[in-house]
């Protein structure tokens, strides 16, 4: 059929070739018929979007930047100082596609047959195929039916029957001994801030520890997305600070001055906001680690129920190891509050890694604000050229001489 056909019946002038001409320039079909091509083959790729130029981009997971047709490959750029320019990320996955491949080759690598208009073959626009990021290294499922205790608060962390403790079973798969130096990074106050949380999840690499305050909304999800990127997870629980320490960080804070058996009650709360978690680590609370008598409860339940505890090295009062010690509790201390200062974190991750290579070991700790998962995200990413194993900081836990078995 045509235009006369169709448009002569209701009285509708021919357009001039010219305009008819025109079609074709004022949408980039070629383009689009490439960006189908994709989007079908999309599956465990990523998702597609057609550029401004009418090129289809191939992503994994994230937005880029529009590209033009293949032109003559750029100058290489030096890597800087632990970090390198052509994969700043780190990622050593490769592409299941060649770096740069015709609409046809997504086709036939996807077993999809694609009928143009016109008939024809594949168009020859350019696909970038983008490798998508490695895959997390898996960490158990969360929660284990044998480490859950049905209690009056909710569902509490327990030492399973077989001798199965939760920071052994949800911790992330420490590296191979290497003889390196290892260092360990742990960034808290997760959870209260979705989008941070988000960023500090893609952003760091998975050998980084999560620790989540109990505060945030829909924190088991939050939590299992952590998970699934391969970072381990601690609870924070927020304690007693200091007059100076003014503002309350919530609800169920553990006090100097309360019975022991109330704060083990408001613990059992904060335990039960999610499940998956290695260990506990203090949220501001300088009072309360200062305080043996009040600490030592708490260590021991910690110790019962196959937790380490972490502090984070912001207190310098804490008498979390001299309470461990007592209840047969793991007390893993951080060697650097990376945030002590936040006009010198790159001063403090120098220290951190002074530490590391002079002592074969080092744990750092700092708060989930933005400039700090920047930083960190950088830091973290060169250790390995620099010579260092990022670890998980539960491979830096280690057993009392005297642990304490909680009875099935």
Known sequence: MDFDDLNKPLGLPKPPPAAVSRTPAAFPWRG????ASVIVAIG????????????????AGREAAPVREASAPAPPVADAPGVSMTDVTGSTARPTLPARAQASDVEDAAGVKVVRQGGGGAPQSMIIAVAPPPSASPLAPAPDPRLVEDAKAGPLPRIGTDGATPMAVYARPAPAP????????????????PQVTSEAIERLPDAVSLAFAPYGRNLPQQVASARAGGHETLLQTPM????????????????????ATENISKLHWHMSRFPGYVGIAGYMGARFT?????????????????????DDGSAPRSQAAAAGAKAGAIVVRADVAIDARLDDIDGALARLEQVARSRGSA???????PIVIEKAARFARGLEARGIDLTPVSAMARAPDKPVARAP
């Open 363 to 369: 744990v750092g700790a700092g708060a989930g604000l």
């Open 290 to 310: 200062a305080d043996v008598g009040a600490m030592t409860p708490v260590m021991g339940e910690l110790a019962g129920r196959g937790l380490f505890y972490l």
């Open 240 to 259: 007693d600070g200091f007059p100076s320490q003014a503002e309350e960080p919530g609800p169920n804070v553990l006090r100097t001055g309360a019975a």
């Open 32 to 35: 689009a018929v490439a960006a």
């Open 44 to 59: 465990a790729v990523g998702y597609a979007r057609v550029g401004p130029e009418g090129v289809a981009l191939l992503i």
């Open 178 to 193: 290497s003889g390196r130096p290892r260092l360990a990074l742990v960034i808290g106050a997760m959870g209260l801030n």
